[in-house]
């Protein structure tokens, strides 16, 4: 598998210029807040956008996943979420789920 | 170690806050060790991931990165995926302006969990000291992680069978999930992965993913 270095790279320095960008422009430019909403909801848009295509393939993975979300529904501590998802799509692959 | 001389420095941590940041970094060392694993039996040489999480630090960008270049993408859509996935340290950045300062060693700290940890404080001083405990707490706990991940991955070669591939969409449904109690962020997310999931059947590796932003036009109005 190939991963140029200069990828790696260039997502470091874009990543670096996102972050750095607030505390650089502090005191002189204000997002207004709309943008500032919009923006966090675009951000969650993506990560749930990333949820369910990496989830996808087979049973077992979206099925551990599943468990993630009513776990986190029910409002489960963070590693618990996280270990049920693992420890479900383990057993079901155990016993023969794709 | 300068890292836990500076833990003990910062008195202001109630111990409720320390063991939550310590459960979040079990929980992001378990994504870490996965991460390392999945990338090194996917065929990446392990210093690929050891180095990328060194310089990037954002778990989302690299598993993106590292899905797209296994599942056939190109170089160019893992980058700029994993660049609009971090756009949202763009709002963050602002967000805890005050306690990062403006130089490097803060900034690269700046994290959906960090940024969490930091508003939780009541006070400058107490924003301060939970954004840096959490910060360099997760930076270590991250790194080391992936560095046990590539290694294990190598010798294991099926992280399959532990389930570990559940466990990066796992973390974000749990970060994400309680944001979702908005119907204005309810709508356009759930909308945003129908877009997806259904371009995920036609469209190349990384491309859904963007595509998913289409549902920020299903936003209800404010009231």
């Known amino acids: 598998m190939d991963m140029p270095i200069a990828a790696i790279v260039a997502l470091a320095a874009g990543t670096l210029a996102f972050r750095l960008a607030g505390p650089l422009l502090r005191g002189r430019v204000r997002l207004p807040p709309r943008l500032e909403a919009l923006l966090s909801t675009a951000a969650l848009v993506l990560l749930f956008a990333l949820v369910v295509t990496s989830s996808s393939g087979g049973w077992a993975r ?3 996943v ?10 489960a501590p963070f590693p618990v979420i996280v270990i049920g998802a693992a420890a479900t799509t383990a057993l079901l692959r155990l016993i023969g789920v794709p | 170690m300068s890292v836990v001389f500076i833990l003990l420095a910062m008195r202001s941590i109630s111990r409720t806050a320390l063991r939550d940041i310590a459960l979040v970094c079990v929980a992001d060392a378990i994504v870490g060790a996965s991460f390392g694993a999945i990338a090194v039996s996917g065929g ?4 690929v991931p050891v180095v990328m999480s060194l310089i990037v ?3 989302g960008a690299q598993f993106a990165a590292i899905g797209i270049l296994m599942g056939g993408g190109g170089a160019v859509a893992a980058v700029a995926t994993g660049l609009i996935l971090n756009a949202r340290l763009l709002p963050f950045g602002f967000a805890v302006a005050d306690v990062v300062g403006n130089r490097l060693p ?3 700290l700046i994290t959906d969990e960090t940024v969490a940890f930091a508003l939780k404080g009541a006070g400058p001083r107490e924003r301060h000291d939970y954004f840096w405990t959490s910060g360099l707490a997760l930076f270590a706990a991250w790194n080391a992680s992936v560095v046990a991940g590539a290694l294990a991955g190598a010798a294991i070669g099926d992280v399959g069978a532990l389930g570990l591939d559940a466990a990066f969409p796992a973390v974000l449904v749990a970060l994400i999930m309680p944001a979702l109690a908005d119907r204005g962020v309810r709508v356009p997310v759930l909308t945003g992965g129908v877009i997806a999931l259904a371009a995920s059947t036609v469209l190349p590796a990384g491309l859904p993913v963007l595509l998913s932003l289409l549902g920020l036009l299903a936003r209800p109005k404010e009231a």
Do not use: Y
Not at chain 1, 66 to 75: M, Q, S, Y
Not at chain 2, 44 to 47: E, L, M, R
């Open chain 2, 106 to 108: 803060g900034v690269h």
């Open chain 2, 57 to 59: 630090f954002a778990g």
């Open chain 2, 44 to 47: 990446f040489d392990p210093w």
């Open chain 1, 62 to 64: 979206p099925a551990g």
């Open chain 1, 66 to 75: 599943v468990v993630a979300g009513a776990l986190a529904l029910r409002r």
